[in-house]
């Protein structure tokens, strides 16, 4: 069965204190892995796609990389406006009309 | 931001009354999807269309059922709804033959079953 799990559920850090953010996952055939940002009240917004392991993706102060088997979605000296829910998806090959989601990261940044 | 717009973005209903979701787009894509986000569960899909009068279900369609007469509009019906149908729910289209087969988000509709 196609699964993702992020990990940790929430994470609180100092502004300009770095770190990642984990997203393990099994699917038949992984056609694409996704990460999107959704802050409260509003629908999830797009930030990267990556496609095959060793690939990584750059935006401001985050970068996506991908394994076989996991996702980081690192964060660099983070602001308290990077403050959201970072949420992981998998699209696999046997479905690639349908994505699966984790549960999220809720991240907070305190000035 | 993808065109896409939810109406209504708010909703108080009874149990056993019918509600009626929409979900319209203008970037002419051919898939769209109903998602319900609950605490815990992260984002499920429930139905989601392929194109116009082509639809099939998602991982919790019960209780649900949709209909695309347009390519534009996509509705999620609660033929009669339950306080378990009180949830979150997100409209995002995509395709999924492109380069990118990545969905984006409509802004979310929240309905609260009483």
């Known amino acids: 069965e196609d699964q993702v799990t992020q990990s940790p559920e929430a994470l609180r850090l100092q502004e300009g204190e770095s770190s990642s953010l984990n997203c393990s996952y099994t699917v038949s055939g992984l056609r694409g892995l996704f990460w999107y940002r959704q802050d409260p009240g509003k629908g999830p917004e797009f930030l990267f796609t990556l496609y095959s392991a060793g690939e990584e993706k750059e935006k401001e102060r985050l970068k996506a990389t991908l394994t076989k088997k996991e996702s980081f979605l690192h964060i660099t000296a983070p602001k308290p406006e990077d403050s959201a829910t970072y949420l992981c998806a998998v699209q696999a090959e046997s479905s690639a009309s349908k994505i699966i989601f984790g549960s999220g990261t809720r991240l907070s940044i305190r000035p | 931001d993808a065109g896409i717009t939810q109406s209504p973005r708010h909703k108080v209903t009874e149990t056993g009354t019918p509600v009626t979701l929409r979900c319209h787009q203008t970037?002419?894509?051919?898939?769209m999807y109903w998602y319900r986000q609950d605490p815990g569960h992260g984002l499920r899909l429930i139905h989601y269309s392929y194109g116009v009068k082509d639809t099939d279900k998602g991982e919790v369609s019960d209780g649900y059922s949709v209909s695309r007469s347009k390519t534009e509009d996509f509705l999620l019906t609660l033929e009669s709804a339950t306080s378990s149908q009180t949830s979150v729910y997100f409209c995002a289209i995509g395709d999924p033959s492109g380069p990118l087969d990545t969905q984006y988000f409509g802004p979310g509709t929240r309905l609260t079953v009483l």
């Open positions: 970037e002419n894509h051919r898939y």
